[in-house]
Structures are given as C-alpha cells and as structure tokens.
C-alpha cells in the first residue's frame, strides 16, 4: 500500500460537547502545582522557529521541547507521576494539594503505604515515567513493552530498578492486557493511559498530569504576547491529544479558539478511522502497526478521552512514517538562528506533517482545509528526544525513510 496522507474534518459546530470539568483550567493548575513541587521542576521551552515559518510562508511557530522534561528525555512522566501522586493521595484519604513531592517520598507515607507494586504497558517513554515516579516513591515497578520495542528503551527502565522485559509477538494493546492481568492476579497498580469500562480513574488522572505541558506553553504564549490560530497534536491512544485539546478548549473559547489537528501514523490510526466513521462507536486498529513512530503505535482510542477529541477537534490527519522522519530532520537542522531541537520519531511528527502541508503541491487541499495561510501561528509539541539514539542517527544522518516528494522552498539567507 502505498504511502498517503488522509484528512478527516470534524465540524464541532455541530457537535453535542462533552464537558471540560476534568481538564479545565483549575485541575491542570493543580497538576502543574504538584509537578512544580518536584526540585526536577522547570516548564520546558517553548521554542520560536521564526525562520522555518517564513519559509512555510505562516506568521510564526512555536515547538514545546520536552527532551528537557526531569532529565528523561519526555514528557511522559507528566502522566505517570500525576496518577500516582493522585492515587495514593486517595488511598491516604488526602488531597493532592496537601502532598507535594517532599511528603510523597517522606518515611511516613512510605509507612503508612506499605510495599506497592505499580505495573504498565509502553514503548519505552510512559514506563520509563512510572519507573522514574516509583523509584522516588521507593517502590516497586514491573514493565511490559510490545515485541519490537528498542533497546535502549527498555534499558533505560531498567536503570531505575524496574523489572521490564520486551514480549515477543504481543502488539502494545496486547501488553496492556498483559499487565492489567497481572494487576488482577497479584493484586498490583496499574498505572495506563488507556482506558475501558472499570479502568477509567488513572487514565483520566494521566491525561490531567499530561495537561501541565498545555498549561505551560500557554502561559509562555501569553508572556510573548501571542495567539496561536492553530494546534497540531500527536496521538496514540488519544491521552496526550485529550489532554492539550481538553484544556485549550477549556481556556480559548468563541473565535480564540484555535485549529486543533490531531495526528496520528497511518498505521495506527485509531482515532482517525474513529473519527472518520461518526457512528458514535469506538474503532480499533489491530495487528502489528509497525510504525517508526513507536510511542504513538496504539489501536484502541482512550474511551475517557474520545468525546474531548469528538467535540472539540477540527481534524484528524493519518500520516506516512516519512512525515516524521522529516521532521526530525527539519528539527535537527535549523534555518539560520532557529534554536536547534532534538526530537524522536513520535515528537517530530506533527513539525513534519506541518511542513509537508505547507510545502508540497499534491497536499495544498489539505493546507486549505486546515484554513493555514500567511497569518497562522502554530503550536506544535516535540514530546520526545532521542530516546532511541541510534535509530534517530539512521533516520538524521543516514537517511532513513527518504522524502523523494516535491517541495517548495523560499530561499532564507
């Protein structure tokens, strides 16, 4: 099959809205207090790309860096901590607010919390998250990664004394499974960003704590004085997507209200065909996805997220694996004095899919459909850095997934 990228356009106008309560303004300001009480705490940047956007011909581009996010190389511990924090919060019949990070990891909570066994599913950068919280929390941590997954990944969670092993034959929706099994049967806590009926409180605590990176670039976007007319956001399963579609949706409302695309590798595109069928049905994608973008290779769509992305999403994009290969090219290799970013396969997606849109001839129905033009000012998120270091080098300087398309360039001098 070959290649293609694929629009589907949601009209929210004629969406019945589900409500905002769980992501709006005051929940993600406790989940950015909680995280902000960790001394690992800073809002990573919020990089201008004046130059790329002149030549894409918009107003300007802004990129959200989360290599920087607690030294882990992703924003993934966003959710993990936050759902963690919350759960034992509840289990010690508090409230987050009065347990910030130095109380968490105390003797005392320890104490009264006794041995906890936390357990997830990932490709790498989610159960390196849960591992790094356990650990802090002295903690025990199991974790499971679909057959494929890198190395580097799995030895990175390793590092901070889990136990993680690299199934073979099972997809990441079957390692789910898996580690809600093992939940069951040994009486662990399953800490997931997906979710299904009966397992809906942690993923919703997750896509709360990923909010904090929203609220983050929010608050920098107002510091530079700026509104942004469109957002691209990656999903997999749809928790981070929910996340920052939930919460801007939930502070720019009427005609600030920007664009919101969600994104997705076409091999894996759940939320898409979603969102393409309208039936009010849930629709998986099965089998391998063997997508380069591994953090976003998930086949069933969040249910406690859906109706967010149903109701205030404008698009839905499935994407070709290039896509984000050209972006980590285009992020690695900056115009003039743009500030360099590092990105993996899953962060770089949407800045690739972006500059295809702007650039190629064969997509300019797509960038009218998306209503980009000379005025747009863009939000992107770069959610990953090299967290697979040797295939990001394959991919940046050896070529890998070549774009051999048509491009239009402006000369930058």
Not at 42 to 51: H, R
Not at 268 to 275: E, G, L, M, P
């Amino acid at each position: 099959m070959a290649e293609q990228y694929r629009i589907v356009l949601n009209d929210v106008s004629k969406k019945d809205k589900a409500p905002l309560d769980f992501i709006n303004s005051d929940i993600t300001a406790s989940a950015q207090k909680f995280h902000a009480s960790f001394p690992q705490y800073e809002p990573t940047p919020l990089v201008e790309l004046k130059n790329l956007a002149a030549l894409l011909g918009v107003k300007d581009i802004f990129v959200k860096d989360e290599s920087y996010r607690f030294g882990l190389n992703a924003f993934k511990v966003l959710g993990g901590s936050f759902a963690i924090g919350k759960y034992i919060a509840e289990k010690l019949g508090m409230d987050i607010e009065d347990l910030p990070f130095e109380k968490l990891t105390s003797q005392d909570v320890k104490d009264q919390l006794g041995d906890i066994t936390f357990v997830t599913a990932t490709d790498g950068n989610h159960g390196r998250g849960v591992a790094w919280a356990a650990k802090a929390l002295n903690q025990k941590c199991v974790v499971i990664m679909p057959n494929g997954s890198a190395l580097e990944r799995r030895d990175n969670i390793r590092a901070l004394g889990a136990q993680c092993d690299i199934m073979d034959g099972l997809n990441y929706d079957d390692c789910v499974r898996l580690a809600n099994q093992y939940a069951e049967e040994k009486g662990w806590v399953m800490v997931q960003d997906t979710a299904w009926e009966g397992y809906e409180k942690i993923p919703t605590w997750i896509i709360q704590g990923y909010a904090t990176l929203a609220k983050e670039a929010y608050d920098q976007l107002l510091e530079k004085g700026q509104h942004i007319t469109h957002i691209f956001v990656q999903a997999g399963v749809g928790s981070f997507a929910t996340g920052v579609t939930g919460f801007f949706s939930s502070v720019l409302t009427g005609d600030k209200k920007p664009l919101i695309a969600v994104v997705e590798p076409e091999k894996a595109n759940c939320n898409f065909i979603t969102a393409e069928a309208d039936d009010g049905k849930i629709h998986n994608v099965t089998g391998e996805m063997n997508t380069i973008m591994a953090g976003l290779a998930c086949g069933e769509p969040v249910t406690v997220g859906w109706p967010i992305l149903s109701s205030y999403a404008d698009a839905f994009l499935s994407v070709p694996d290039k896509a984000a290969a050209r972006g980590m090219r285009v992020l690695g290799n900056p115009l003039k004095d743009d500030q360099r970013i590092i990105s993996g396969e899953s962060g770089a997606a949407t800045t690739g899919v972006v500059t295809e849109i702007l650039q190629r001839d064969d997509l300019k129905s797509i960038k009218e459909q998306l209503q980009l033009d000379e005025n747009s000012v863009i939000l992107l998120f770069s959610t990953e850095g090299d967290t697979d270091f040797e295939h990001y080098r394959k991919v940046v300087w050896d070529g890998y997934y070549t774009n051999d398309d048509n491009y239009n360039y402006t000369i930058i001098r």
